[in-house]
């Protein structure tokens, strides 16, 4: 590859580092710091950063205008996932679990007659109701 080539990749693979974000989440994220300077030294003004990023053409998930309101929300939503991105780098641990996948050869476990309960199978003519009332009577002892 040549020089200008990897760094359009550099720069399409960086661009998709918050993939499933919008273009206003991932510039929020990447101006974080200096947001929260601005933010903390001359207070909210959510609706001139509004202004500002329709100005850049950032929009939303689906190419919506970012109101003041839309921008201050995404704004709490960023601000936790960095907190949580930071949290992972201090300690090393994550701070989501990835859920587990179940095998795709999983069975549930099946009673057996050890357990003291009745396993009797249900006959699918039977309506759900006549099937459950036999076997609480089977169980009962009745």
Avoid at 122 to 142: Q, T
Wanted: glycine share 8%; charged share 30%.
């Amino acid at each position: 590859m040549t020089k200008p080539n990897i760094e359009r990749m550099a720069k399409r693979v960086h661009a998709r580092r918050h993939g499933g974000h919008s273009a206003a989440y991932r510039w929020l994220r990447e101006n974080h710091e200096r947001i929260k300077q601005i933010l903390a030294t001359d207070g909210p003004t959510w609706p001139i950063m509004a202004e500002v990023v329709l100005a850049e053409g950032i929009t939303g998930a689906r190419g919506q205008v970012m109101t003041d309101h839309a921008l201050r929300r995404m704004w709490k939503r960023v601000c936790r996932d960095v907190e949580i991105a930071e949290a992972e780098k201090r300690t090393g641990i994550p701070a989501r679990k990835r859920r587990q996948q179940v095998p795709a050869t999983w069975q549930p476990e099946r009673a057996d007659s050890s357990s003291g309960r009745s396993v009797a199978p249900i006959d699918p003519e039977e309506s759900s109701l006549v099937g459950l009332r036999r076997i609480m009577a089977e169980r009962s002892g009745r």
